[in-house]
């Protein structure tokens, strides 16, 4: 008799630790499981028109941009550019007629050279090199020859509208940077022509010749020497963002981009020349 009540008392005793490890056991579960970084289920009670559904509860997760960082800074015009395919040294001249036909102006390039552009011929008399100031005229041909800068372009581009009974005016910018261009022009709509180099990198090499014409815009006199950089280039600025500034380029037939830290040196390294036309009939 007293064994058997020891034995059972010994499974009371048991049957009790069991019960008392399984409940610490249920009772810690919930909290192991929320504490262990995983998703978790939880019954929403039903609503009257809703059966009940699982939720599902994630970590939140907070985005790098908010709702007062500005939008990126920025403006393109919508441009096709030119393929410089004829005029081998007329940059200037691809330049002048894409602002013309981003106008409404169904200029021709081989005319506009041609009976447009100021031109005078570079030469050598065996003891020196000769040929005008680019400010004057271009110098050379289009189709071989060095180039031209703003004042000449605006010239021609004037003659042409004046032949085409137009109202608007080309003029000259000089000592704006290509931001304040962007700003004044861009930002409305207006393509910029500026003078820049084919690569966007500093000139280095130039050729140097002795002036033998000049007019009201020369920046050198009758006898002084002139030097051009090699690679200089002429483009139609039609757009910009925070890193680069966009160009209608003739030498490649496509909108390029150049980063803007780089542009602007070059920009002002050429003489922070462009040309604008102030269109009082714009067409597009």
């Not at 009371?12 to 008392?20: G, S």
């Not at 071989?144 to 109202?167: H, M, Q, T, W």
């Not at 820049?196 to 130039?206: C, K, N, Q, R, S």
């Not at 040196?265 to 009082?280: C, D, K, P, T």
Request: glycine letters at 6%.
């Amino acid at each position: 008799m007293k064994h058997y009540v020891r034995k059972r008392r010994v499974r009371m005793v048991f049957v009790l630790f069991l019960t008392l490890v399984l409940f610490l056991i249920c009772a810690a579960l919930p909290a192991f499981i929320g504490s262990s970084g995983k998703e978790v289920n939880v019954e929403v009670p039903a609503t009257k028109d809703e059966p009940t559904q699982p939720v599902t509860t994630v970590p939140p997760v907070t985005s790098a941009a908010t709702a007062d960082e500005p939008a990126a800074d920025g403006h393109k015009i919508d441009i096709e550019a030119m393929f410089q395919d004829e005029l081998e040294s007329g940059c200037e001249v691809y330049a002048a007629v894409t602002l013309l036909h981003y106008y409404g102006y169904e200029a021709d390039e081989l005319e506009f050279a041609e009976k447009y552009v100021p031109k005078s011929t570079n030469y050598s008399d065996g003891d020196g090199y000769y040929g005008p100031d680019l400010n004057s005229a271009f110098a050379g041909e289009p189709e071989f020859g060095y180039g031209a800068y703003a004042p000449v372009l605006k010239r021609a581009i004037n003659d042409y509208l004046a032949d085409n009974d137009s109202e608007a005016e080309a003029e000259v910018e000089r000592g704006l940077t290509l931001a304040e261009l962007c700003e004044r022009y861009i930002s409305r709509d207006d393509p910029v022509m500026v003078w820049v180099t084919t690569d966007m990198e500093l000139p280095e090499e130039f050729i140097t010749w002795t002036v033998d014409y000049v007019d009201e815009n020369a920046t050198a006199e009758i006898g002084d020497e002139f030097s051009w950089p090699t690679t200089e280039h002429c483009m139609l600025l039609t757009g910009y963002d925070d890193e680069y500034y966009y160009f209608a380029d003739s030498l490649e037939g496509i909108t390029v981009s150049y980063e803007r830290e780089q542009c602007e040196r070059v920009f002002e390294e050429l003489g922070s020349q462009a040309v604008v036309l102030n269109a009082a009939d714009k067409e597009n």
